[in-house]
Nanobody
């Protein structure tokens, strides 16, 4: 089993920044693909960003490209999401997810482990 715990959410004004962190424990592996997803009220969970085990490969949803940056520190078993130039439409619960695979995935069902989520609210 893998346990994921997110932190760093909060309330920020439009144009501001937040940094989310995800701490992994249990049967983790630096080879796992890690992803961030988000879910706004009344909407489906959607892909935000993903990073390969080595950190060499990253992938972003078009809606956050150029504003968000995903990174990982395998020595600390953490994955971060730096969010800049936040918009009200970024408001959602943000989830960290782990996928025991070397290949990229952007669909929620392709990830095996999930955190409990952290709320991000962007005011206009």
């Amino acid at each position: 089993q893998v346990q994921l715990v997110e932190s760093g959410g909060g309330l920020v004004q439009a144009g501001g920044s937040l940094r989310l962190s995800c701490a992994a424990s249990g049967r983790t592996s630096p080879s796992y693909y890690m992803g961030w997803f988000r879910q706004a009220p009344g909407k489906e969970r959607e892909f935000v960003a993903a990073i390969s085990g080595s950190g060499a490969n990253t992938y972003y949803a078009d809606s956050v490209k150029g504003r968000f940056t995903i990174s990982r520190d395998n020595a600390k078993s953490t994955v971060n999401l730096q969010m800049n130039s936040l918009k009200p439409e970024d408001t959602a619960v943000y989830y960290c997810a782990a996928r025991p695979s070397y290949s990229l995935a952007v669909r929620p069902y392709e990830y095996d482990y999930w955190g409990q989520g952290t709320q991000v609210t962007v005011s206009s």
